[in-house]
């Protein structure tokens, strides 16, 4: 008898099916009720007493083999009936993901933010829909104020003392009111201009605006700070020049020019072949105000300055048109991928 079932162990682990009908049939001839395991067992009864530990411990492993085998063969069955109906492979390689990448935009405010994080700038915002007061009037802008035409603004219709911003110099109003000198932050984010599309020009843009104020700070302050950003951004050899100009928000004011890195001040289509680039605006904080915002402009004074984060960017990529930031074509974008 114990050779019957060895026999059969060895049936079992050969058997094979190519059908859930087949391995159902399998299953009926050994563990049914009138199949051969049961066979098997009745014959126990007649099996003397110094055999019948073997027999009684070949007989259930033949069943746990029987049954294992049903239960392999049925899994592997049903996957490969399942991939059919599906189209699918399971048994092909995975298909390797493509990974995403920062946008330029965000890797230059990153770095632009991580410069000044050096320098004890933390990190301001507030919010994109804003009032008359914080984005004109408490910047030294009040109504009827002519350089309010520099800016085309977006007015909510139903509410013309509601805007989208124009400048993130609204988030330093907000943060001079609710925070003693001195006062040291950055305020990046994004802002809108009714302005027409086009390579060099964008109704959506992104800056990011400096404050520094506290006692005796000077324009000096300012230019060496300027300095040692261009130089920690664009590259130790860069040069710097202030130019006057005119801000309502700022007293004295300036444009500031890098020397351009392209043709390193040669002369090139980038810097119009005068060796210099602008790149961002900046002047010492008017004491009308620090006063609309509640800081003592007689025991304290500032400076500001701001730039466009498309216009860093595009000098640092020389990327030639703005556009590209806001097309989400992934041929452009994956260029930044080990930026």
């Not at 935009?105 to 009032?131: M, Q």
């Not at 001079?176 to 305020?187: D, F, G, H, K, V």
């Not at 040692?228 to 130019?243: D, N, P, V, Y």
């Not at 105000?289 to 020389?318: H, P, W």
């Amino acid at each position: 008898m114990l050779n019957k079932i060895k026999e059969h162990l060895l049936l079992v682990e050969k058997f094979e099916a190519n059908s859930i009908e087949q391995v159902e049939k399998f299953r009926i001839d050994y563990l049914g009720k009138k199949g051969i395991l049961n066979d098997f067992f009745t014959a126990f009864k007649e099996v003397s007493n110094a055999e019948k530990k073997n027999f009684g411990q070949a007989v259930n492993e033949l069943k746990n083999k029987a049954q294992e085998k049903v239960s392999n063969l049925k899994d592997v069955l049903e996957n490969t009936r399942d991939t059919k109906a599906t189209g699918l492979d399971l048994t092909m390689n995975a298909e390797s993901m493509r990974l995403g990448s920062r946008h330029p935009l965000s890797i230059v405010k990153n770095e632009i933010v991580e410069i000044f994080a050096r320098l004890g700038f933390t990190i301001s915002e507030g919010p994109e829909i804003e009032d008359d007061w914080h984005n004109f009037s408490a910047l030294n802008l009040p109504e009827e104020h002519p350089a309010r035409d520099m800016q085309d603004t977006f007015f909510i219709q139903t509410n013309p003392d509601v805007l989208l911003r124009t400048h993130t110099s609204s988030v330093q109003v907000r943060f001079m009111e609710n925070n003693p000198a001195p006062i040291r932050t950055l305020s990046p984010g994004r802002v809108f201009r009714n302005e027409a599309i086009s390579a060099r020009a964008h109704c959506i843009f992104h800056q990011i605006e400096g404050l520094y104020i506290d006692e005796h700070v000077s324009f000096a302050d300012l230019k060496q700070t300027l300095l040692h950003f261009a130089q920690e951004f664009f590259g130790k050899e860069t040069e710097i020049r202030l130019r006057p100009s005119y801000f309502p928000f700022t007293e004295p004011s300036a444009e500031v020019d890098i020397s351009c890195n392209i043709c390193k001040s040669k002369g090139c289509n980038i810097c119009k072949y005068t060796g210099w680039v602008e790149i961002l605006g900046c002047g010492m904080v008017d004491p009308n105000v620090l006063d609309n915002c509640g800081i003592d402009s007689k025991k304290y004074s500032g400076f500001a300055f701001g730039m466009g984060i498309e216009r860093i960017t595009m000098l640092k990529y020389q990327v030639k048109d703005l556009r590209l930031f806001f097309e989400n074509d992934i041929r452009f974008l994956e260029q930044f991928t080990n930026a």
